[in-house]
Protein backbone atom coordinates (compact mmCIF):
# COMPACT_ATOMS: atom_id res chain seq x y z
CA UNK A 1 0.00 0.00 0.00
CA UNK A 2 1.36 3.40 -0.84
CA UNK A 3 2.11 6.04 1.79
CA UNK A 4 2.31 9.79 2.03
CA UNK A 5 5.66 11.65 3.44
CA UNK A 6 5.70 14.08 5.40
CA UNK A 7 6.44 16.34 2.94
CA UNK A 8 3.30 15.25 0.97
CA UNK A 9 4.73 12.76 -1.60
CA UNK A 10 3.73 9.66 -2.47
CA UNK A 11 5.47 6.53 -2.01
CA UNK A 12 5.49 3.10 -3.45
CA UNK A 13 4.41 0.32 -0.49
CA UNK A 14 7.70 -1.08 -1.26
CA UNK A 15 9.82 1.97 -0.39
CA UNK A 16 11.29 2.70 3.09
CA UNK A 17 12.19 6.24 2.11
CA UNK A 18 10.81 8.96 1.06
CA UNK A 19 11.61 9.43 -2.65
CA UNK A 20 11.32 13.53 -2.80
CA UNK A 21 13.07 14.08 0.70
CA UNK A 22 14.66 10.90 2.43
CA UNK A 23 13.02 11.20 5.26
CA UNK A 24 11.77 7.40 6.79
CA UNK A 25 8.40 6.15 6.40
CA UNK A 26 6.59 6.00 9.74
CA UNK A 27 5.80 2.58 11.50
CA UNK A 28 2.51 1.31 11.09
CA UNK A 29 0.58 1.49 14.21
CA UNK A 30 -0.14 -2.16 15.19
CA UNK A 31 -3.79 -2.00 16.17
CA UNK A 32 -4.55 -0.30 12.73
CA UNK A 33 -4.08 -1.75 9.23
CA UNK A 34 -3.16 1.71 7.86
CA UNK A 35 -0.35 4.01 8.55
CA UNK A 36 -0.55 6.88 10.32
CA UNK A 37 -0.39 9.88 7.86
CA UNK A 38 -0.08 13.46 8.91
CA UNK A 39 -2.14 16.02 7.03
CA UNK A 40 -0.71 17.15 3.82
CA UNK A 41 -0.19 21.02 3.57
CA UNK A 42 -1.89 22.73 0.83
CA UNK A 43 -0.71 22.89 -2.68
CA UNK A 44 1.24 25.98 -3.86
CA UNK A 45 -1.74 26.81 -6.28
CA UNK A 46 -4.23 26.04 -3.81
CA UNK A 47 -2.87 28.16 -1.33
CA UNK A 48 -2.74 30.96 -4.02
CA UNK A 49 -6.41 30.52 -4.47
CA UNK A 50 -7.63 31.25 -1.29
CA UNK A 51 -8.20 34.66 -0.18
CA UNK A 52 -6.67 36.39 2.33
CA UNK A 53 -8.67 37.08 5.40
CA UNK A 54 -10.90 40.66 5.63
CA UNK A 55 -9.37 43.42 7.61
CA UNK A 56 -11.46 44.17 10.56
CA UNK A 57 -14.13 47.19 9.71
CA UNK A 58 -13.06 49.35 12.33
CA UNK A 59 -16.51 51.02 14.16
CA UNK A 60 -17.99 52.86 17.07
CA UNK A 61 -16.74 49.90 19.33
CA UNK A 62 -13.80 48.56 17.58
CA UNK A 63 -10.46 48.93 17.02
CA UNK A 64 -9.41 51.52 14.55
CA UNK A 65 -7.30 51.64 10.94
CA UNK A 66 -4.22 52.45 12.86
CA UNK A 67 -4.22 50.68 15.76
CA UNK A 68 -2.76 46.93 16.70
CA UNK A 69 -3.74 43.67 18.02
CA UNK A 70 -1.93 41.23 19.94
CA UNK A 71 -0.32 40.17 16.59
CA UNK A 72 1.89 43.01 16.28
CA UNK A 73 3.11 44.17 13.27
CA UNK A 74 1.19 41.20 11.10
CA UNK A 75 -2.02 42.88 12.19
CA UNK A 76 -1.21 46.13 11.26
CA UNK A 77 0.00 45.23 7.75
CA UNK A 78 -3.28 43.68 7.20
CA UNK A 79 -5.23 46.67 7.86
CA UNK A 80 -6.61 48.41 4.49
CA UNK A 81 -4.90 51.79 4.14
CA UNK A 82 -6.95 54.70 4.46
CA UNK A 83 -8.02 56.15 0.79
CA UNK A 84 -6.09 59.40 0.15
CA UNK A 85 -7.99 61.89 -2.44
CA UNK A 86 -6.43 63.30 -5.38
CA UNK A 87 -4.62 66.66 -5.43
CA UNK A 88 -7.24 69.03 -6.79
CA UNK A 89 -6.22 70.58 -10.03
CA UNK A 90 -3.25 67.80 -10.67
CA UNK A 91 -2.74 67.39 -13.97
CA UNK A 92 -5.00 69.98 -15.63
CA UNK A 93 -3.47 72.39 -17.52
CA UNK A 94 -3.95 76.03 -16.73
CA UNK A 95 -5.68 78.53 -19.42
CA UNK A 96 -3.06 81.31 -19.86
CA UNK A 97 -5.44 82.91 -22.64
CA UNK A 98 -7.53 84.83 -19.61
CA UNK A 99 -4.09 86.30 -18.77
CA UNK A 100 -2.86 87.41 -22.00
CA UNK A 101 -6.27 89.09 -22.78
CA UNK A 102 -6.56 90.73 -19.42
CA UNK A 103 -2.79 92.21 -20.30
CA UNK A 104 -3.62 93.21 -23.11
CA UNK A 105 -6.88 95.29 -22.37
CA UNK A 106 -4.88 97.20 -19.36
CA UNK A 107 -2.36 98.21 -22.21
CA UNK A 108 -5.28 99.39 -24.68
CA UNK A 109 -6.63 101.21 -21.69
CA UNK A 110 -3.23 103.05 -21.22
CA UNK A 111 -2.32 103.98 -24.48
CA UNK A 112 -5.79 105.21 -24.67
CA UNK A 113 -5.18 107.28 -21.91
CA UNK A 114 -1.96 108.74 -23.19
CA UNK A 115 -3.63 109.61 -26.39
CA UNK A 116 -6.63 111.65 -24.67
CA UNK A 117 -4.17 113.46 -22.66
CA UNK A 118 -1.73 114.60 -25.85
CA UNK A 119 -5.39 115.27 -27.88
CA UNK A 120 -6.10 117.18 -25.00
CA UNK A 121 -2.66 119.52 -24.53
CA UNK A 122 -2.41 119.76 -28.68
CA UNK A 123 -5.95 121.01 -28.84
CA UNK A 124 -5.82 123.80 -25.58
CA UNK A 125 -2.25 124.50 -25.49
CA UNK A 126 -0.34 123.86 -29.14
CA UNK A 127 -3.13 124.84 -31.30
CA UNK A 128 -4.51 127.81 -30.37
CA UNK A 129 -0.82 129.10 -30.44
CA UNK A 130 -0.24 127.73 -33.84
CA UNK A 131 -3.70 129.09 -34.90
CA UNK A 132 -2.65 132.26 -33.61
CA UNK A 133 0.97 132.39 -35.65
CA UNK A 134 0.98 134.48 -38.96
CA UNK A 135 1.93 130.96 -40.75
CA UNK A 136 -1.20 129.80 -40.12
CA UNK A 137 -2.97 133.15 -40.88
CA UNK A 138 -1.44 132.85 -44.14
CA UNK A 139 -2.22 129.18 -45.11
CA UNK A 140 -5.76 130.01 -43.51
CA UNK A 141 -6.20 133.44 -45.82
CA UNK A 142 -5.29 131.22 -49.10
CA UNK A 143 -8.17 129.32 -48.09
CA UNK A 144 -11.10 131.49 -47.34
CA UNK A 145 -9.67 133.38 -50.87
CA UNK A 146 -10.10 129.71 -52.53
CA UNK A 147 -13.75 129.44 -51.34
CA UNK A 148 -14.73 133.56 -52.25
CA UNK A 149 -13.49 132.49 -55.99
CA UNK A 150 -15.30 129.73 -56.07
CA UNK A 151 -18.58 132.02 -55.07
CA UNK A 152 -17.86 134.69 -57.40
CA UNK A 153 -17.48 131.78 -60.32
CA UNK A 154 -20.76 130.11 -59.34
CA UNK A 155 -22.19 133.92 -59.50
CA UNK A 156 -20.72 134.33 -63.14
CA UNK A 157 -22.26 131.43 -64.28
CA UNK A 158 -25.68 131.99 -63.75
CA UNK A 159 -25.66 135.98 -64.25
CA UNK A 160 -23.08 136.10 -67.03
CA UNK A 161 -20.60 138.03 -65.28
CA UNK A 162 -18.42 138.74 -62.00
CA UNK A 163 -20.45 140.96 -59.38
CA UNK A 164 -19.35 144.74 -59.54
CA UNK A 165 -19.06 147.37 -57.21
CA UNK A 166 -18.74 149.63 -60.21
CA UNK A 167 -15.56 150.78 -61.76
CA UNK A 168 -12.52 153.59 -60.96
CA UNK A 169 -11.68 155.38 -64.25
CA UNK A 170 -7.98 155.59 -63.21
CA UNK A 171 -7.35 151.97 -62.37
CA UNK A 172 -7.58 149.06 -64.48
CA UNK A 173 -8.97 147.11 -61.56
CA UNK A 174 -11.78 149.28 -59.18
CA UNK A 175 -10.37 147.45 -55.81
CA UNK A 176 -13.35 147.64 -53.26
CA UNK A 177 -14.29 145.89 -50.23
CA UNK A 178 -15.46 142.21 -51.12
CA UNK A 179 -18.21 143.14 -48.00
CA UNK A 180 -20.18 145.48 -50.27
CA UNK A 181 -20.81 142.08 -52.21
CA UNK A 182 -22.91 140.77 -49.33
CA UNK A 183 -26.41 141.40 -51.18
CA UNK A 184 -24.93 139.33 -54.61
CA UNK A 185 -23.42 136.52 -53.06
CA UNK A 186 -25.13 135.43 -49.61
CA UNK A 187 -26.29 133.27 -48.78
CA UNK A 188 -26.53 131.04 -51.94
CA UNK A 189 -22.73 131.29 -52.95
CA UNK A 190 -21.46 132.18 -49.27
CA UNK A 191 -22.87 131.90 -46.24
CA UNK A 192 -21.05 135.23 -44.84
CA UNK A 193 -18.36 137.38 -46.87
CA UNK A 194 -15.11 136.69 -44.39
CA UNK A 195 -12.42 138.94 -43.01
CA UNK A 196 -9.06 137.79 -43.22
CA UNK A 197 -7.76 135.97 -40.31
CA UNK A 198 -5.81 139.38 -39.13
CA UNK A 199 -9.10 141.00 -39.44
CA UNK A 200 -9.05 142.98 -41.98
CA UNK A 201 -11.06 143.05 -45.17
CA UNK A 202 -10.46 141.62 -48.02
CA UNK A 203 -10.25 143.49 -51.09
CA UNK A 204 -11.92 142.88 -54.53
CA UNK A 205 -12.11 144.31 -57.81
CA UNK A 206 -13.19 143.65 -61.62
CA UNK A 207 -12.11 144.37 -64.63
CA UNK A 208 -13.94 147.38 -67.13
CA UNK A 209 -15.80 144.68 -69.05
CA UNK A 210 -16.43 142.25 -65.86
CA UNK A 211 -14.82 139.70 -67.12
CA UNK A 212 -12.28 139.20 -64.84
CA UNK A 213 -11.52 140.23 -61.30
CA UNK A 214 -8.53 140.46 -58.29
CA UNK A 215 -9.19 139.40 -54.65
CA UNK A 216 -6.28 140.71 -52.51
CA UNK A 217 -5.40 139.82 -48.88
CA UNK A 218 -3.20 142.55 -47.40
CA UNK A 219 -1.20 140.62 -45.13
CA UNK A 220 -0.05 140.79 -41.38
CA UNK A 221 0.02 144.43 -41.58
CA UNK A 222 -2.92 145.49 -43.44
CA UNK A 223 -1.60 147.84 -45.69
CA UNK A 224 -1.91 147.08 -49.55
CA UNK A 225 1.23 148.54 -50.84
CA UNK A 226 0.84 146.26 -54.20
CA UNK A 227 1.87 148.15 -57.12
CA UNK A 228 0.69 146.10 -59.87
CA UNK A 229 -0.78 143.05 -60.03
CA UNK A 230 2.40 140.74 -61.19
CA UNK A 231 2.21 138.92 -64.47
CA UNK A 232 3.75 135.61 -63.45
CA UNK A 233 3.38 133.76 -60.05
CA UNK A 234 5.38 134.38 -57.55
CA UNK A 235 6.10 133.39 -54.38
CA UNK A 236 6.57 136.10 -50.85
CA UNK A 237 8.50 135.51 -48.08
CA UNK A 238 7.46 138.45 -45.51
CA UNK A 239 4.25 138.24 -43.31
CA UNK A 240 3.60 141.53 -44.30
CA UNK A 241 3.35 140.78 -48.27
CA UNK A 242 0.27 140.77 -50.16
CA UNK A 243 -1.66 137.55 -51.14
CA UNK A 244 -3.20 137.99 -54.62
CA UNK A 245 -5.92 135.78 -56.77
CA UNK A 246 -6.67 136.75 -60.03
CA UNK A 247 -9.48 134.76 -61.84
CA UNK A 248 -9.23 131.96 -60.11
CA UNK A 249 -5.23 131.81 -59.69
CA UNK A 250 -2.84 132.80 -57.44
CA UNK A 251 -0.32 135.02 -58.60
CA UNK A 252 1.41 136.19 -55.45
CA UNK A 253 1.02 133.70 -52.68
CA UNK A 254 3.55 132.68 -49.69
CA UNK A 255 6.72 130.17 -50.49
CA UNK A 256 8.98 128.66 -48.49
CA UNK A 257 10.26 130.09 -45.36
CA UNK A 258 8.72 133.09 -44.06
CA UNK A 259 9.54 136.01 -41.85
CA UNK A 260 8.29 139.46 -39.91
CA UNK A 261 9.93 141.97 -42.35
CA UNK A 262 8.61 144.86 -40.72
CA UNK A 263 7.95 145.37 -36.78
CA UNK A 264 4.09 145.94 -38.12
CA UNK A 265 2.30 142.80 -37.56
Known amino acids: MDWTCECGTQN ?23 PS ?22 GPGGPSAGSTGPSG ?14 PTGQGVPKKKGKGCLLWAVVILAVLLVFCLIAAAVGY ?5 KLKGSNRIKQATAVAEMTKISVALEGYKTSSGAYPS ?16 LAPQLTPVYLKTVPLDPWGHPYQ ?8 SYVLICTGSDGVNSLEQIPSEPKDTH ?28
Open 165 to 180: PGHNPDSYYSIVDPGK
Open 37 to 58: VPAAPPKESEAKAIPPPEPPQS
Open 124 to 128: FVVWP
Open 73 to 86: AGSASRTAPAAVPP
Open 204 to 211: YGTSPDDG
Open 238 to 265: CYEDEIVLEKGTFVQKPGGEQEACSKVG
Open 12 to 34: PDGTKFCNQCGAPRPPVHPRRNT
